[in-house]
Protein backbone atom coordinates (compact mmCIF):
# COMPACT_ATOMS: atom_id res chain seq x y z
CA UNK A 1 0.00 0.00 0.00
CA UNK A 2 1.70 3.44 -1.11
CA UNK A 3 1.15 6.45 0.35
CA UNK A 4 -0.91 8.69 -1.67
CA UNK A 5 -3.04 5.53 -3.16
CA UNK A 6 -6.41 4.53 -1.12
CA UNK A 7 -6.54 0.64 -0.83
CA UNK A 8 -7.87 -1.60 -2.55
CA UNK A 9 -10.89 -3.92 -2.14
CA UNK A 10 -11.65 -6.14 -4.02
CA UNK A 11 -15.51 -7.82 -3.49
CA UNK A 12 -16.45 -11.03 -4.91
CA UNK A 13 -19.98 -11.43 -4.44
CA UNK A 14 -22.69 -13.20 -6.73
CA UNK A 15 -25.46 -11.24 -5.62
CA UNK A 16 -25.26 -7.35 -7.20
CA UNK A 17 -27.61 -5.55 -5.15
CA UNK A 18 -25.28 -6.70 -1.83
CA UNK A 19 -21.85 -6.57 -3.86
CA UNK A 20 -23.51 -2.55 -4.90
CA UNK A 21 -24.28 -1.82 -1.31
CA UNK A 22 -20.70 -2.61 -0.45
CA UNK A 23 -19.44 -0.46 -2.91
CA UNK A 24 -21.28 2.45 -1.77
CA UNK A 25 -20.81 2.01 1.70
CA UNK A 26 -16.63 1.51 1.00
CA UNK A 27 -15.80 3.59 -2.08
CA UNK A 28 -15.24 6.81 -0.41
CA UNK A 29 -12.26 5.81 1.31
CA UNK A 30 -10.71 2.85 -1.27
CA UNK A 31 -10.58 1.64 -4.70
CA UNK A 32 -12.85 -0.66 -5.30
CA UNK A 33 -13.24 -3.59 -7.70
CA UNK A 34 -16.35 -5.99 -8.32
CA UNK A 35 -16.68 -9.66 -9.03
CA UNK A 36 -19.46 -11.60 -9.64
CA UNK A 37 -18.25 -14.92 -9.26
CA UNK A 38 -14.74 -16.82 -8.25
CA UNK A 39 -13.39 -16.94 -11.74
CA UNK A 40 -13.86 -12.91 -12.01
CA UNK A 41 -12.45 -12.64 -8.96
CA UNK A 42 -9.37 -14.24 -9.22
CA UNK A 43 -8.84 -12.55 -12.99
CA UNK A 44 -8.95 -9.04 -10.78
CA UNK A 45 -6.53 -10.33 -8.40
CA UNK A 46 -3.08 -8.58 -8.84
CA UNK A 47 -0.52 -7.44 -6.27
CA UNK A 48 -1.92 -4.01 -5.76
CA UNK A 49 -5.14 -5.30 -4.03
CA UNK A 50 -5.09 -5.12 0.23
CA UNK A 51 -8.36 -6.96 0.94
CA UNK A 52 -10.93 -9.52 -0.22
CA UNK A 53 -14.54 -9.33 0.70
CA UNK A 54 -15.15 -12.68 -0.54
CA UNK A 55 -18.62 -14.53 -0.49
CA UNK A 56 -18.56 -18.20 0.58
CA UNK A 57 -21.74 -19.56 -1.08
CA UNK A 58 -21.56 -18.75 -4.85
CA UNK A 59 -22.30 -20.87 -7.99
CA UNK A 60 -19.63 -22.22 -9.60
CA UNK A 61 -16.13 -21.48 -8.26
CA UNK A 62 -16.87 -21.71 -4.64
CA UNK A 63 -15.58 -19.40 -1.97
CA UNK A 64 -13.25 -21.75 -0.30
CA UNK A 65 -11.72 -22.63 -3.52
CA UNK A 66 -10.98 -19.12 -4.53
CA UNK A 67 -9.13 -18.30 -1.07
CA UNK A 68 -7.22 -21.71 -1.62
CA UNK A 69 -6.06 -20.21 -5.33
CA UNK A 70 -5.44 -17.01 -3.70
CA UNK A 71 -2.89 -18.09 -1.11
CA UNK A 72 -1.20 -20.51 -3.57
CA UNK A 73 -0.38 -17.19 -5.52
CA UNK A 74 0.81 -15.95 -2.54
CA UNK A 75 -0.08 -12.43 -2.94
CA UNK A 76 -0.04 -11.05 0.78
CA UNK A 77 -3.64 -9.92 0.52
CA UNK A 78 -5.91 -10.14 3.46
CA UNK A 79 -9.46 -11.85 2.87
CA UNK A 80 -12.25 -11.64 4.88
CA UNK A 81 -14.81 -14.65 4.22
CA UNK A 82 -18.71 -13.77 4.36
CA UNK A 83 -20.38 -16.21 5.59
CA UNK A 84 -23.86 -17.15 6.59
CA UNK A 85 -23.10 -19.13 9.90
CA UNK A 86 -20.56 -17.92 12.61
CA UNK A 87 -17.84 -19.84 12.63
CA UNK A 88 -15.61 -21.19 15.17
CA UNK A 89 -12.16 -20.60 16.34
CA UNK A 90 -11.06 -23.71 14.20
CA UNK A 91 -12.37 -22.41 10.90
CA UNK A 92 -9.92 -19.91 11.40
CA UNK A 93 -7.38 -22.54 10.42
CA UNK A 94 -8.91 -22.67 6.99
CA UNK A 95 -6.59 -19.83 5.83
CA UNK A 96 -8.85 -16.64 5.80
CA UNK A 97 -8.02 -13.45 7.89
CA UNK A 98 -11.41 -12.58 8.96
CA UNK A 99 -15.45 -13.44 8.61
CA UNK A 100 -18.26 -11.49 8.46
CA UNK A 101 -21.74 -12.90 9.29
CA UNK A 102 -24.21 -11.81 6.64
CA UNK A 103 -26.27 -9.68 6.71
CA UNK A 104 -23.57 -7.25 6.85
CA UNK A 105 -23.77 -3.49 8.73
CA UNK A 106 -21.90 -0.67 7.24
CA UNK A 107 -19.91 -0.29 10.64
CA UNK A 108 -18.52 -3.46 10.78
CA UNK A 109 -17.78 -3.72 7.32
CA UNK A 110 -15.85 -0.61 8.06
CA UNK A 111 -14.03 -1.96 11.00
CA UNK A 112 -12.97 -5.43 9.72
CA UNK A 113 -11.43 -3.59 6.55
CA UNK A 114 -9.85 -1.01 8.78
CA UNK A 115 -8.54 -3.85 10.65
CA UNK A 116 -7.11 -5.93 8.16
CA UNK A 117 -5.22 -2.93 6.81
CA UNK A 118 -3.69 -2.50 10.30
CA UNK A 119 -2.62 -6.39 10.42
CA UNK A 120 -0.99 -6.03 6.89
CA UNK A 121 0.95 -2.97 8.92
CA UNK A 122 1.89 -4.99 11.59
CA UNK A 123 2.94 -7.64 9.43
CA UNK A 124 5.33 -5.07 7.61
CA UNK A 125 6.69 -3.74 10.37
CA UNK A 126 7.35 -7.40 12.25
CA UNK A 127 8.95 -8.18 9.22
CA UNK A 128 10.91 -4.64 9.18
CA UNK A 129 11.56 -5.18 12.71
CA UNK A 130 13.00 -8.57 12.25
CA UNK A 131 15.51 -7.71 9.67
CA UNK A 132 17.07 -5.01 11.79
CA UNK A 133 16.93 -7.76 14.70
CA UNK A 134 18.83 -10.10 12.92
CA UNK A 135 21.06 -7.33 11.75
CA UNK A 136 21.92 -6.22 15.17
CA UNK A 137 22.76 -9.90 16.31
CA UNK A 138 25.28 -10.50 13.66
CA UNK A 139 27.21 -6.99 15.02
CA UNK A 140 26.84 -8.65 18.68
CA UNK A 141 27.68 -12.24 17.58
CA UNK A 142 30.59 -11.12 15.96
CA UNK A 143 31.92 -7.68 17.37
CA UNK A 144 33.44 -7.49 21.29
CA UNK A 145 31.60 -5.75 23.62
CA UNK A 146 34.38 -2.61 23.16
CA UNK A 147 34.02 -2.46 19.13
CA UNK A 148 30.09 -2.35 19.62
CA UNK A 149 30.61 0.72 22.35
CA UNK A 150 32.72 2.42 19.18
CA UNK A 151 30.32 1.63 16.68
CA UNK A 152 28.09 4.16 15.23
CA UNK A 153 26.25 1.95 13.05
CA UNK A 154 25.68 -0.37 15.86
CA UNK A 155 24.41 2.80 17.72
CA UNK A 156 22.13 3.84 15.27
CA UNK A 157 20.89 0.45 14.56
CA UNK A 158 19.54 -0.04 18.37
CA UNK A 159 17.95 3.39 18.31
CA UNK A 160 16.01 2.48 15.13
CA UNK A 161 14.75 -1.06 16.77
CA UNK A 162 13.89 0.98 19.91
CA UNK A 163 11.75 3.05 17.36
CA UNK A 164 10.24 0.13 15.82
CA UNK A 165 9.35 -1.78 18.83
CA UNK A 166 7.20 1.05 20.14
CA UNK A 167 5.75 1.21 16.65
CA UNK A 168 4.64 -2.32 16.56
CA UNK A 169 3.10 -1.84 19.98
CA UNK A 170 0.97 1.08 18.77
CA UNK A 171 -0.21 -1.24 15.68
CA UNK A 172 -3.02 -3.13 16.47
CA UNK A 173 -2.01 -2.23 20.19
CA UNK A 174 -0.11 -5.09 20.50
CA UNK A 175 -2.44 -7.96 19.25
CA UNK A 176 -5.99 -6.84 19.03
CA UNK A 177 -8.14 -9.82 19.96
CA UNK A 178 -8.32 -14.13 19.70
CA UNK A 179 -8.97 -12.92 15.74
CA UNK A 180 -6.14 -10.99 15.51
CA UNK A 181 -3.80 -13.11 17.10
CA UNK A 182 -4.85 -16.33 15.53
CA UNK A 183 -4.68 -14.71 12.50
CA UNK A 184 -1.40 -13.47 12.76
CA UNK A 185 0.11 -16.42 13.34
CA UNK A 186 -1.63 -18.17 10.61
CA UNK A 187 0.21 -15.52 8.50
CA UNK A 188 3.38 -16.28 10.17
CA UNK A 189 3.15 -20.05 9.61
CA UNK A 190 2.22 -19.83 5.98
CA UNK A 191 5.79 -17.94 5.43
CA UNK A 192 3.75 -14.88 4.11
CA UNK A 193 5.84 -12.03 3.95
CA UNK A 194 5.17 -8.64 2.87
CA UNK B 1 3.43 -7.18 39.23
CA UNK B 2 4.44 -10.26 39.53
CA UNK B 3 6.61 -11.63 42.36
CA UNK B 4 9.50 -14.07 41.11
CA UNK B 5 11.87 -13.92 43.48
CA UNK B 6 10.67 -16.23 45.70
CA UNK B 7 11.52 -19.12 43.01
CA UNK B 8 15.02 -17.25 42.46
CA UNK B 9 16.57 -15.05 44.81
CA UNK B 10 17.31 -11.21 42.71
CA UNK B 11 15.93 -7.97 43.72
CA UNK B 12 15.07 -8.08 39.36
CA UNK B 13 12.54 -10.01 39.65
CA UNK B 14 11.01 -8.79 42.87
CA UNK B 15 8.15 -6.77 40.57
CA UNK B 16 8.36 -7.99 37.44
CA UNK B 17 5.51 -6.50 35.05
CA UNK B 18 2.28 -7.52 33.77
CA UNK B 19 2.77 -8.65 30.36
CA UNK B 20 6.27 -9.30 30.54
CA UNK B 21 7.74 -12.57 28.82
CA UNK B 22 11.24 -13.84 29.92
CA UNK B 23 13.82 -16.28 27.98
CA UNK B 24 14.91 -18.41 30.09
CA UNK B 25 18.49 -19.76 28.58
CA UNK B 26 20.93 -22.62 29.24
CA UNK B 27 22.32 -25.36 28.17
CA UNK B 28 20.78 -29.17 28.49
CA UNK B 29 20.22 -30.28 31.86
CA UNK B 30 20.77 -26.79 33.71
CA UNK B 31 17.71 -27.25 35.19
CA UNK B 32 15.41 -24.27 32.55
CA UNK B 33 12.20 -26.51 32.50
CA UNK B 34 12.28 -27.42 36.00
CA UNK B 35 12.69 -23.29 36.73
CA UNK B 36 9.70 -22.31 34.07
CA UNK B 37 7.68 -24.88 36.00
CA UNK B 38 8.63 -23.56 39.29
CA UNK B 39 7.59 -20.01 38.46
CA UNK B 40 3.95 -21.36 37.25
CA UNK B 41 3.63 -23.44 40.44
CA UNK B 42 4.76 -20.54 42.74
CA UNK B 43 1.75 -18.59 40.70
CA UNK B 44 -0.78 -21.18 41.39
CA UNK B 45 -0.36 -21.62 44.47
CA UNK B 46 -1.46 -18.20 44.94
CA UNK B 47 -4.19 -18.64 42.46
CA UNK B 48 -3.19 -17.30 39.62
CA UNK B 49 -3.83 -19.04 36.55
CA UNK B 50 -1.16 -21.65 34.56
CA UNK B 51 -0.83 -22.25 30.80
CA UNK B 52 2.07 -24.75 29.59
CA UNK B 53 2.77 -25.30 25.83
CA UNK B 54 4.82 -28.83 26.04
CA UNK B 55 6.90 -29.98 22.70
CA UNK B 56 8.50 -32.78 25.30
CA UNK B 57 6.41 -34.40 27.65
CA UNK B 58 3.01 -35.44 27.13
CA UNK B 59 0.16 -33.63 28.77
CA UNK B 60 -1.26 -36.31 30.93
CA UNK B 61 2.48 -35.96 32.59
CA UNK B 62 2.32 -32.35 32.43
CA UNK B 63 -0.72 -32.23 34.22
CA UNK B 64 0.33 -34.74 37.09
CA UNK B 65 3.37 -33.46 37.56
CA UNK B 66 2.28 -30.55 38.25
CA UNK B 67 -0.38 -31.25 40.88
CA UNK B 68 2.64 -32.89 42.65
CA UNK B 69 4.08 -29.30 42.51
CA UNK B 70 0.83 -27.97 43.46
CA UNK B 71 -1.59 -30.24 45.36
CA UNK B 72 -4.07 -27.75 45.96
CA UNK B 73 -4.46 -26.78 42.22
CA UNK B 74 -8.07 -26.43 41.56
CA UNK B 75 -10.65 -27.99 38.52
CA UNK B 76 -9.73 -25.29 35.24
CA UNK B 77 -6.62 -23.66 36.82
CA UNK B 78 -4.13 -25.29 34.48
CA UNK B 79 -4.64 -25.43 30.70
CA UNK B 80 -1.70 -27.45 28.84
CA UNK B 81 -0.94 -27.73 25.28
CA UNK B 82 0.53 -30.64 24.06
CA UNK B 83 2.38 -30.03 20.42
CA UNK B 84 3.95 -33.36 20.49
CA UNK B 85 1.68 -34.21 17.49
CA UNK B 86 1.45 -37.39 18.58
CA UNK B 87 -2.37 -37.10 20.25
CA UNK B 88 -4.20 -36.27 17.61
CA UNK B 89 -5.65 -32.41 17.48
CA UNK B 90 -8.29 -32.97 20.29
CA UNK B 91 -9.13 -31.12 22.89
CA UNK B 92 -10.90 -31.84 26.59
CA UNK B 93 -10.13 -32.09 29.58
CA UNK B 94 -7.15 -34.33 30.98
CA UNK B 95 -7.61 -35.16 35.56
CA UNK B 96 -9.49 -31.64 35.57
CA UNK B 97 -7.21 -29.45 33.66
CA UNK B 98 -7.73 -28.13 29.96
CA UNK B 99 -5.90 -30.25 27.26
CA UNK B 100 -5.55 -28.80 23.74
CA UNK B 101 -3.53 -31.16 21.28
CA UNK B 102 -1.74 -29.53 18.04
CA UNK B 103 -0.48 -31.60 15.87
CA UNK B 104 3.47 -30.48 15.44
CA UNK B 105 5.62 -28.01 17.32
CA UNK B 106 5.74 -25.82 13.82
CA UNK B 107 2.10 -25.65 13.82
CA UNK B 108 2.03 -22.12 15.05
CA UNK B 109 -1.87 -21.19 14.75
CA UNK B 110 -3.00 -24.67 16.55
CA UNK B 111 -0.57 -23.72 18.92
CA UNK B 112 -2.12 -20.15 18.93
CA UNK B 113 -5.56 -21.94 19.23
CA UNK B 114 -5.20 -24.03 21.83
CA UNK B 115 -3.53 -21.13 23.87
CA UNK B 116 -6.68 -19.04 23.16
CA UNK B 117 -9.28 -21.78 24.32
CA UNK B 118 -6.81 -22.17 27.30
CA UNK B 119 -6.93 -18.37 28.41
CA UNK B 120 -10.47 -18.29 27.68
CA UNK B 121 -11.14 -21.05 30.15
CA UNK B 122 -9.05 -19.60 32.69
CA UNK B 123 -10.64 -15.76 32.20
CA UNK B 124 -14.45 -17.37 32.33
CA UNK B 125 -13.47 -19.05 35.73
CA UNK B 126 -12.67 -16.05 36.87
CA UNK B 127 -8.94 -15.41 37.00
CA UNK B 128 -7.59 -12.28 36.10
CA UNK B 129 -3.49 -13.35 36.60
CA UNK B 130 -1.87 -16.19 34.98
CA UNK B 131 1.66 -17.10 33.70
CA UNK B 132 2.44 -19.10 30.22
CA UNK B 133 5.62 -21.53 30.23
CA UNK B 134 6.61 -22.73 26.95
CA UNK B 135 8.61 -25.40 26.91
CA UNK B 136 11.09 -25.62 24.58
CA UNK B 137 11.35 -22.95 21.80
CA UNK B 138 14.58 -25.41 21.07
CA UNK B 139 11.70 -27.55 19.94
CA UNK B 140 10.14 -25.42 18.06
CA UNK B 141 13.46 -24.55 16.06
CA UNK B 142 14.18 -28.07 14.42
CA UNK B 143 10.77 -27.57 13.03
CA UNK B 144 10.74 -24.05 11.72
CA UNK B 145 13.55 -20.97 11.14
CA UNK B 146 14.63 -18.80 13.74
CA UNK B 147 12.93 -15.75 11.73
CA UNK B 148 9.69 -17.44 12.32
CA UNK B 149 10.42 -18.37 16.07
CA UNK B 150 11.45 -14.88 16.85
CA UNK B 151 8.04 -13.78 14.89
CA UNK B 152 6.07 -16.10 16.96
CA UNK B 153 7.27 -14.88 20.27
CA UNK B 154 6.82 -11.60 19.40
CA UNK B 155 3.16 -11.82 18.87
CA UNK B 156 2.48 -14.27 21.62
CA UNK B 157 4.42 -11.58 23.94
CA UNK B 158 1.94 -9.59 22.67
CA UNK B 159 -0.92 -11.38 23.13
CA UNK B 160 0.09 -12.31 27.05
CA UNK B 161 0.77 -8.45 26.89
CA UNK B 162 -3.11 -7.94 26.53
CA UNK B 163 -4.13 -10.95 28.80
CA UNK B 164 -1.89 -9.17 31.29
CA UNK B 165 -0.06 -12.29 31.71
CA UNK B 166 3.92 -12.78 32.42
CA UNK B 167 5.61 -16.06 29.91
CA UNK B 168 8.67 -17.46 30.44
CA UNK B 169 9.99 -19.80 27.17
CA UNK B 170 13.28 -21.67 27.38
CA UNK B 171 15.70 -22.07 25.09
CA UNK B 172 18.87 -24.32 24.86
CA UNK B 173 21.68 -22.33 24.56
CA UNK B 174 23.84 -25.04 23.65
CA UNK B 175 21.92 -26.37 20.68
CA UNK B 176 22.39 -23.07 18.44
CA UNK B 177 24.58 -20.88 17.21
CA UNK B 178 25.19 -17.64 19.01
CA UNK B 179 23.29 -15.69 16.71
CA UNK B 180 20.11 -17.49 16.71
CA UNK B 181 20.41 -17.32 20.88
CA UNK B 182 20.76 -13.23 19.84
CA UNK B 183 18.15 -13.24 17.72
CA UNK B 184 15.82 -15.06 19.74
CA UNK B 185 16.38 -13.07 22.97
CA UNK B 186 15.07 -9.59 21.48
CA UNK B 187 11.60 -10.90 21.21
CA UNK B 188 11.93 -11.15 25.50
CA UNK B 189 11.53 -8.02 27.76
CA UNK B 190 14.07 -10.25 29.97
CA UNK B 191 16.71 -12.98 30.49
CA UNK B 192 17.52 -15.59 32.91
CA UNK B 193 20.59 -17.35 32.13
CA UNK B 194 21.55 -20.48 33.50
CA UNK B 195 25.32 -22.13 33.46
CA UNK B 196 26.96 -24.96 34.81
CA UNK B 197 29.96 -24.53 37.05
CA UNK B 198 33.40 -26.29 36.56
CA UNK B 199 33.19 -27.02 40.28
CA UNK B 200 29.81 -28.61 40.39
CA UNK B 201 26.46 -26.89 40.85
CA UNK B 202 24.54 -23.91 38.78
CA UNK B 203 24.41 -20.36 38.86
CA UNK B 204 22.23 -17.51 37.30
CA UNK B 205 22.25 -14.45 36.34
CA UNK B 206 19.54 -11.77 35.07
CA UNK B 207 19.33 -9.56 32.56
CA UNK B 208 16.82 -6.88 30.78
CA UNK B 209 14.12 -6.82 33.40
CA UNK B 210 15.21 -4.07 35.77
CA UNK B 211 18.69 -1.83 34.98
CA UNK B 212 22.01 -3.59 34.36
CA UNK B 213 22.51 -7.56 34.34
CA UNK B 214 22.83 -9.14 37.41
CA UNK B 215 25.82 -10.77 38.83
CA UNK B 216 26.10 -14.55 38.44
CA UNK B 217 24.89 -16.44 41.42
CA UNK B 218 24.83 -19.61 42.73
CA UNK B 219 21.56 -21.82 43.16
Given at each position: ????????V?????????????????????E????????E?????????????L????????G??V??R???????????????????????E???????S???????????V?????????????????????????L????S??????????D??????????????????????????I???R???????? | ??????????D???S??????????????????????????????D?????????????????????????????????V??????????S???????V???????????????????????????????????V???????????K?????????S?????????G?????SS????????V???????L???????TG??????????????A?K??
Amino acid sequence: MSESDPPVVLIVEDEPDVAETYKLWLQAEYEVRMAQNGDEGLDLLDETVDVVLLDRMMPGLSGDEVLTRIRERDLGCRVAMVTAVEPDFDILEMGFDAYLSKPIRSEQLHNTVTNLLERSEYDSLLQAYYALVEKQATLEATKSTAELAESEQYDELTKEIQEMREGLSDTLGGIGDDDDFIATLRGLSNGEEN
Amino acid sequence: MYDLSTVLDFDALQSVRPGSSILISGPAMSGKERLAYDVLADGARDGDGAVVVTTSDQAKTVVSDFRDLVPELEESQLGVIDCRGEGGTDSGSVDGAYVHQVSSPGDLTGIGIGITKALEGLHNSGRERGRLALVSLSTMLTYTDKKTVFKFCHVLSSRLDSAGYIGVFTIDSSAHDEQTIQVIKQAFDGLIELRDVETGGREARVLGLSGEPTAWKQL
